[in-house]
């Protein structure tokens, strides 16, 4: 156990995987937007705040492979981490309980991939620092970091929910206490019958968000003594002080990463781009969080060969359904979005894959003319509607059940593909 009091011993997170945090899909957000190209068959991995483990423990079941490390100040995490490491075996994951300001003494050697999810925004400006220094330090030449952080404006408006929560909840002593007394209060907030007025509707939905998370999300994200949300301008000067440009986003092609195509486009070209243009992209699109991807730079972009395309795989629940009026085949998402391929070698290719999903097969073998299709399908990838992969996780070898088992003590399950499903789905 650390000596020092950390608030997530008195009350722990409750962590889940991180899907778009997984080596693989960092590695395919860098190359398809020109990064630092990453080798899958052996890398080292580290995650700063892994609390319990449960986003390490599942990639180290199934990446037998690759070399994980932990950190966390929390000591009463890093033991039921070691714990779920010991019962699972584990040889190529290993825990360390240290704060960051003190992590740099713990480590050594340096990590191809470094994943900080929850951390940037959540500590002062010192650690903060810190991280960064840690990071830039231990990051290899060609390696990438995950650094999530709340962002502004959209997280203002969450910021005022806080400010309203540690008001009302001052009085109160112990994490716990405090955090069911912010759902409770903020239930009653969200009972309310909001007018008309957009503010009025915006704030209701907040409080709403609220009631609808763990309580030890209310606590860590509402009732921390540090959360401060960054304009991306001022993150991206922040971390380029430490010799780091930014790749990707993350979850670019999840809705939580996705911004508006040709937005920043049209700002710029009609001059309207406000301290930054990505600031003003983050302003008309209500952006409350980034995950974005880094490397040191400076960085040298290099957009993807149609060689390297043809070696990714894509893997599809794309189903033909009825033409459209002008004759196109349409494709149909399990969501109820309708897609229009344009190519009729696109479309066929595509609908080999359904019957073998979650499995990809490779771009090259599948679709005839590579340079033709590259195009369309990052754009189908980009919305979210198929997937491409460098490698395929189906492949590792290593079946889910002592870690489903484990896991589904606490409702889910977590797949090869670093998905996370509830238990009820798998019964």
Request: proline letters at 6%; hydrophobic letters at 40%; glycine letters at 8%.
């Amino acid at each position: 156990m650390v000596a020092r009091s950390d608030p997530y011993d008195e009350l722990p997170y409750k962590s889940l995987p991180i899907e778009w945090a997984a080596p693989e899909r960092l590695a395919l957000a860098s190359l398809l937007h020109g990064g630092p190209r990453q080798q899958l068959d052996a890398y080292a991995v580290l995650e700063l705040g892994c609390g319990n483990g449960a986003n390490l423990l599942p990639l180290a079941y199934y990446r037998r492979h690759a070399t994980f490390v932990g950190l966390d100040g929390a000591g009463s995490q890093i033991e039921v981490a070691n714990a779920r490491r010991s019962a699972l075996r584990l040889s190529n994951l290993s825990f360390v309980a240290a704060d960051l300001a003190d992590a740099a003494e713990q480590l050594s050697g340096e990590f191809d991939f470094i994943v900080a999810h929850g951390v940037f925004s959540w500590v002062p400006d010192e650690v903060r620092d810190a991280l960064l220094e840690l990071c830039a330090r231990r990051l290899r030449p060609g390696g990438l970091l995950y650094l999530n952080y709340n962002s502004r404006p959209g997280w203002n408006l969450r910021g005022l929910v806080r400010d309203f929560l540690l008001a009302q909840t001052a009085g109160t002593t112990g994490l716990p206490t405090r955090a069911r007394e912010a759902h409770d209060c903020s239930a009653r907030v969200a009972s309310l019958t909001a007018d008309e007025h957009p503010f009025t509707q915006l704030i209701i939905n907040e409080f709403r968000f609220v009631c609808d998370k763990d309580i030890s999300f209310i606590a860590h994200e509402y009732l921390a003594a540090h959360n401060r949300p960054y304009w991306r301008s001022e993150f991206l000067d922040l971390v380029k002080g430490h010799g780091l440009d930014h790749v990707a986003d993350a979850d670019f092609s999840y809705d939580s990463g996705r911004s508006p195509e040709d937005l920043a486009h049209w700002l710029s070209e009609h001059k309207l781009t406000g301290r930054a243009l990505d600031d003003t992209v983050d302003l008309l699109c209500y952006r409350q969080m980034h995950s974005p991807i880094l490397a040191r730079g400076p960085l040298n972009r290099s957009a993807p060969s149609p060689e390297e395309f043809a070696n990714l795989l894509v893997a599809s629940c794309l189903t033909p359904c009825t033409q459209n009026g002008g004759g196109s085949s349409m494709l149909q998402h399990p969501s109820g979005c309708l897609v229009e391929v344009t190519q009729e070698a696109v479309r066929t290719g595509l609908t080999e894959l359904p019957a073998i999903w979650p499995r990809g097969l490779p771009i090259g073998a599948t679709f005839p003319d590579v340079s033709r299709a590259m195009d369309e399908l990052m754009l189908l990838q980009r919305n979210g509607l198929i997937e491409l992969r460098c490698v395929e996780p189906g492949d590792f070898g290593v079946r889910g059940g002592p870690l489903n088992r484990l896991e589904a003590r606490d409702g889910y399950i977590t797949t090869p593909y670093h998905t996370c499903e509830a238990v009820s789905e798998q019964t």
